[in-house]
């Protein structure tokens, strides 16, 4: 990967940033956010007192966190690190996790391509979500997608063998984009369908994306063993 990732992948909305947000932003980060460095993160000491997790999942653009918070209450032995730029959602997601009591997230709040590059150990993630990642659907903004082959190939050197990725989209091209880049990458298996105790609620995007009449399409790779 180039040294900088020049291009992003979003722009950062401010959107609906309530007092309530801000506040979670402001006192909740240092509880369950982790800041942005250089230095792979120690996965062991973002354990859950008195569980070691079985397997760590990696959300990257969670939005305001719906699917991350459902999926870690059902799921209390799997570690999810959830990766998002929107500073609302990140708010939305500190004040469930606390209100909930969910000990099983960490958040950063930075540019995934960063984190994942810099924060994250080489093979030792179990699985990567990426639900409705932005879809930049103009021909002119294809450059900003972030699922292109130099990003996807990071994530699966930072997946364990046998790892999966699970990504989601609504739009067409972008999916059989990202099937395609996957498909040419020595390391990945296109192993779909779904298996059940991987499958994620609705997230607002979802229901945007079928009530304006596009089909909803799942993608889902593991890493090979060997
Ligand atoms: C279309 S929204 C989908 C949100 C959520 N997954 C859902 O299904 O409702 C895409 C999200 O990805 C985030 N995002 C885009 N590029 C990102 C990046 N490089 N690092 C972190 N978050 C990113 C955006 O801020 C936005 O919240």
Not at 62 to 65: E, V
Not at 143 to 147: I, V
């Given at each position: 990967m180039t040294e900088e990732r020049r291009i992003k992948s979003y722009v950062i909305r401010g959107g609906r940033m309530t007092e309530g947000r801000k506040r979670a932003l402001a006192e909740l980060y240092g509880i369950y956010g982790l800041q942005f460095g250089r230095n792979y993160i120690d996965i062991s000491a973002l354990t859950p007192p008195g569980r070691s997790p079985e397997r760590v999942v990696a959300e990257i653009g969670?939005?305001?966190?719906e699917a991350t918070v459902s999926l870690a209450a059902e799921n209390p032995d799997t570690l999810y690190i959830g990766i998002e730029v929107f500073p609302a959602g990140v708010g939305t997601i500190l004040r469930e996790i606390h209100e909930r009591g969910i000990r099983n997230i960490r958040v950063i709040r930075y540019d995934a391509a960063e984190v994942v590059r810099w924060m994250l150990p080489e093979s030792s993630i179990d699985g990567f979500h990426i639900f409705f990642p932005d879809p930049w659907p103009k021909k002119k903004h294809h450059?900003?997608?972030?699922?292109n082959t130099e990003f996807l190939e990071l994530l699966l050197e930072k997946m364990k063998p046998g790892g999966y990725l699970y990504v989601v989209t609504d739009w067409d091209d972008y999916a059989a984009q990202i099937s395609a880049a996957c498909e040419g990458i020595?390391?990945?298996?296109?192993?779909?369908?779904?298996?059940?105790?991987s499958r994620r609620p609705a997230t607002k995007y979802e229901k945007k994306g079928l009530a304006q009449g596009r089909q909803v399409r799942e993608i889902y790779f593991t890493k090979k063993l060997v």
């Open positions: 969670f939005g305001t966190g450059k900003r997608r972030l699922l020595e390391g990945f298996e296109n192993t779909w369908p779904i298996p059940a105790q």
